[in-house]
């Protein structure tokens, strides 16, 4: 019975977390529709976040990749001053993404609504 209580006060306290971070999450990162997406990339920094093989498979038209796993090793690369669009297959290692580049100092970041699953627009294949 113990045990029972204590899986779910577990659950409970990781309920909690995730949905504190997604509200945080909210205040600083914007989630975007594939339109809001094409309607302002011109004007942002595309970023990759899934690793270098992914992209190389096929990847947003003008996108750098810099994977997740790398993110704080080239932190020096993503410009502050202009708006981060962040994507990644699904939607999950973008969203962490955003939480590294607000700690960067980055204002005003974004992240495609579905990933790059999602994306019906132009794309580059490396091969």
């Known amino acids: 019975m113990e045990f029972l209580i204590a899986l ?3 659950i409970i306290v990781i309920a909690i977390y995730y949905f504190g971070t ?17 309607a302002g990339y011109r004007k942002a920094q595309i970023i990759d976040v899934r690793e270098p093989s992914e ?3 096929g990847h947003i038209l003008g996108a750098r990749n810099i994977p997740l796993s790398q ?4 932190k020096m690369e993503i410009r502050k001053d202009m ?3 962040l994507y990644d297959q699904t939607g ?10 607000k700690k960067f100092g980055c204002k005003d970041i974004s ?9 019906t627009g132009k794309v580059k294949t490396g091969k």
């Open 71 to 74: 993110l704080y090793a080239r």
């Open 22 to 38: 997604s509200l945080y999450q909210k205040r600083y990162l914007k989630t975007l529709t594939e339109e809001d997406f094409k």
């Open 55 to 57: 992209f190389e498979n």
């Open 111 to 119: 992240h495609l609504k579905g990933g790059f699953k999602q994306w």
């Open 83 to 85: 708006p981060v669009y």
């Open 8 to 10: 779910i006060l577990t």
């Open 92 to 101: 999950f290692r973008s969203a962490r993404a955003a939480a590294i580049c």
